[in-house]
């Protein structure tokens, strides 16, 4: 283990982040301007982002400081607790070893602060006064709102239609941080003005929410815009999860075969992963990553590897990513936050790359999943997480089967106790597995943009 680097302080936090980019055999192709389809240059984000920020984007530096306010901040809830599901393993009857990382032991209960909190320093640290964003089942948004009142900073949310109607909860949080919640689409952006013109109904998707945040941010010199997912500083932010994690297996001499994370936008599963696939890049020992998303999301594993926009009013550049096309409207299924058409360009490489190996489960056996967690480790998880908890039970039914007594880790990204309805639905049968429909996504996929 001794190629493993990490850079922590006394208590055990780290010092920096983990640039992946550092030891990519091949680079992650370039983010391309939308008209010119040529790569996009710092100052073309600069209406949108703080320099730092676009800085660490492009970084190819392997260990990114984390300023010291960002880490006086962290030491509020970081480092978060490495657990070994005992119990679970007895109940599942496994030889297999499974650890879980918990990353609902932050203020808003999920991984999301991990980054909202430096993207507000670093807004801050540019003079930026207000910050606009979008948001799914309304994680991020009560993440980045608890963030903006550490600093000062005015919030605005775009959240997804049918969230905002299903999660009031979560809308009531973010308010209580002090942001502005707006239900997306809405009449208050062109963006929003011209889905709604089409379809009045519209439930909206994070692809909508994007557009009309970006929007707002562009046409502000004062506003900035910022994302809960997808970016490459985003999943940098998010290493702080694996290296805390590297350190704490250590302690307990041990290491996985194994890591398994939910996918949505790709950011809780690089931020356990990426120190450990970045250990195997330079020649440590191999670990399976495996990422499970949603059946009725199915970007990394029906979705295509093509450049396409990152929001459905085609107001960003175009990213190479695995996508089930800009205009794809999943259905209203209870994980909000993996509802997203495309995955991590970091992600999506590494899956060409082969390092990772997608899944994709229907959500009724997610929440079975999440029920017996709860049931065993007494934490019950995010609807999301269901699909990692769902993941690791049955990598470990899988090495019961083969009597292989493989250590399995995966990431706790959250906790549900915003979620309840949607348990309270999967007990009283409520819930259905939604067809995905493939004629949808070809047709979206269709509508692709054409890049020479
Ligand atoms: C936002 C969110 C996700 C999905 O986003 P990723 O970027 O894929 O991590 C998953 N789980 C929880 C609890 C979330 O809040």
């Not at 004062?222 to 704490?248: C, D, F």
């Not at 790359?353 to 997610?366: D, F, K, M, N």
Request: charged letters at 20%; proline letters at 8%.
């Amino acid at each position: 283990m001794d190629t493993i680097k990490y850079l922590l302080s006394e208590d055990q936090m780290p010092t920096a982040w983990y640039n992946i980019q550092a030891d990519l055999p091949k680079p992650v192709p370039p983010v391309l301007h939308p008209g010119t389809h040529q790569p996009i240059t710092p100052q073309d984000l600069e209406p949108l982002f703080p320099a730092a920020l676009i800085e660490q984007e492009v970084s190819r530096d392997r260990d990114i400081e984390i300023p010291e306010e960002v880490q006086q901040i962290y030491r509020q809830w970081r480092p978060t607790p490495l657990y070994r599901a005992r119990r679970l393993e007895q109940v599942l009857d496994t030889p297999a070893k499974i650890y879980y990382k918990y990353e609902g032991v932050s203020p808003s209960g999920s991984h999301k602060p991990n980054t909202a909190v430096p993207q507000a320093y670093y807004n801050k640290m540019a003079g930026v006064k207000r910050l606009t964003t979008e948001t799914g089942a309304g994680q991020w948004g009560s993440s980045l709102a608890f963030a903006g009142s550490l600093f000062g900073l005015e919030v605005e949310v775009y959240m997804v239609k049918v969230s905002y109607e299903q999660k009031p909860y979560r809308r009531a949080l973010m308010e209580s941080y002090g942001a502005r919640a707006i239900a997306s689409p809405s009449s208050q952006t062109e963006a929003g003005r011209q889905i709604l013109q089409a379809n009045p109904d519209s439930t909206g998707s994070l692809g909508i929410a994007i557009g009309e945040a970006v929007e707002v941010a562009a046409q502000d010199e004062n506003t900035k815009y910022a994302l809960g997912s997808v970016l490459n500083h985003v999943l940098l932010h998010q290493t702080v999860i694996g290296l805390e994690t590297l350190a704490q297996l250590e302690m307990a001499g041990d290491y996985p075969d194994i890591i398994v994370g939910c996918t949505g936008g790709g950011s809780n599963f690089a931020g356990i992963a990426f120190p450990f696939i970045g250990a195997q890049l330079r020649g440590d020992r191999p670990v399976r990553c495996i990422a499970v998303e949603p059946a009725a999301c199915p970007t990394l594993t029906k979705g295509q590897y093509a450049y396409d926009f990152g929001d459905t009013a085609h107001l960003t550049p175009l990213v190479k990513m695995h996508t089930l096309g800009s205009t794809f409207v999943p259905q209203g299924f209870h994980a909000g936050g993996l509802r997203y058409h495309g995955m991590a360009p970091l992600l999506s490489h590494l899956l060409q790359l082969g390092h990772i190996e997608p899944t994709a489960y229907p959500q009724l056996s997610c929440f079975a999943a999440g029920v017996t967690f709860a049931r065993t480790e007494g934490i019950l998880p995010a609807p999301e997480a269901n699909h990692a908890v769902k993941g690791a039970i049955d990598a470990a039914l899988h090495c019961k089967q083969a009597g292989e007594s493989k250590t399995i880790l995966f990431n706790l990204c959250g906790h549900g106790h915003f979620d309840m309805q949607a348990y309270i639905d999967y007990q009283a049968g409520k819930l259905r597995d939604l067809e995905y429909s493939s004629e949808e996504v070809a047709m979206a996929l269709a509508g692709l943009p054409v890049v020479p």
